[in-house]
């Protein structure tokens, strides 16, 4: 995927036209933009934090919401899913870094809110994700990555309810 926060338009057509056809936006009003003037084919992603107020044009546009970060912001998508008989597809956050500037469950929290996805009949829970930790020191990107790793092993083991509904994203 490329993300192409704060890039124009006839960036994201030059992307898409050499074979990226997954395009993250970091921001909703900022993707519903793009997307009127992008008139290739491709999938937009949604990866930075959703409000609920804007939910909706965000199940209505994104192939794949990356930050679901709490039950709140679940339940609309799921109420979204429910009242367009579709199942949004979303990821659930995780803040693996710690970093109080970063959305996302605590790890310790994780499993809990996995549960809560895989039981909202509008949602197509597909995995995790993360945002690594902001800086130069890749052993600490990689502790965080590792991190996550290790949850969504344990969320493959668990209860097949908890499971993703498909193939990780």
Known sequence: MAVTKTFPADTIRRVIAGGILDIGENRVQEMVAKAA??????????????????????????????????VPIAQTLDRLGRERGQRIRVLLEVNTSGEATKHGVEPSAASAM????????????????TIGPAGGDPGAARRCFQELRRLCDGLRRGPVSRSPS???E
Do not use: F, Y
């Open 166 to 168: 498909s193939a990780w």
């Open 114 to 129: 996995a549960d809560t996805l895989a039981a909202l009949p509008g949602l197509d829970w597909r995995g995790l994700m």
């Open 37 to 70: 003037e992008v008139d290739a084919p491709c999938r937009w992603h949604l990866v930075g934090p959703l409000q609920r107020n804007k939910a909706g044009k965000a199940a209505a546009l994104a192939h794949l919401i990356h930050a679901v970060d709490g």
